[in-house]
């Protein structure tokens, strides 16, 4: 989706009519805590798609999808009065995976800590397998002179 100026002024706008449509004219019961969290609409105005997420689990996900499928039309048909173009966008419903993908990441931050702990804590208390300085030292020549003048 392309980002134009006159595609992000109506993407605004759409943004702003679904979210009061939502929270005042939609009356679906399957309807859950829904969030408009983003709308990306194409250069040519033609096509919008409106990214969502809801509070709660898949079985209120699934009723909030079916809910706001049954009322694309009437929402559309807002949308077209309010923004005053010649022609309507088709609107497209997306559940945003953004919630579920920070959830994750919260997971795997919070894995990588713990294990940063385990070896500090392994580090702290380790031994050298041999001596503390594993290198060569070059040996002593007085010595070895010593023992041929004899």
């Given at each position: 989706m392309v980002?134009?100026?006159?595609?992000?002024?109506?993407?605004?706008?759409?943004h702003e009519v679904v979210?009061?449509?939502?929270?005042?004219?939609?009356?679906?019961?399957?309807?859950?805590?829904?969030?408009?969290?983003?709308?990306r609409v194409t250069g040519d105005l033609q096509h919008a798609s409106v990214f969502y997420t809801v509070f709660g689990d898949d079985e209120a996900r699934q009723g909030t999808a079916a809910a706001?499928?049954?009322?694309?039309?009437?929402?559309?048909?807002?949308?077209?009065k309010?923004?005053?173009?010649r022609l309507t966008p088709t609107l497209e419903f997306v559940?945003?995976?953004?919630p579920e993908t920070a959830a994750h990441l919260d997971a795997a931050l919070l894995?990588?800590?713990?294990?940063?702990?385990?070896?500090?804590?392994?580090?702290?208390?380790?031994?050298?397998?041999?001596?503390?300085?594993?290198?060569?030292?070059?040996?002593?020549?007085?010595d070895d002179s010593d023992d041929d003048a004899r």
């Open positions: 980002d134009h100026p006159r595609a992000r002024k109506v993407a605004d706008r759409i979210a009061q449509m939502l929270d005042t004219r939609i009356k679906d019961p399957r309807l859950g805590f829904v969030t408009v969290t983003d709308v706001l499928k049954s009322a694309t039309g009437l929402i559309r048909s807002e949308v077209g309010q923004l005053g173009v559940l945003d995976a953004v894995e990588a800590a713990r294990r940063d702990r385990e070896v500090s804590e392994l580090a702290s208390s380790a031994q050298y397998a041999g001596d503390a300085d594993p290198y060569k030292k070059p040996v002593d020549d007085e």
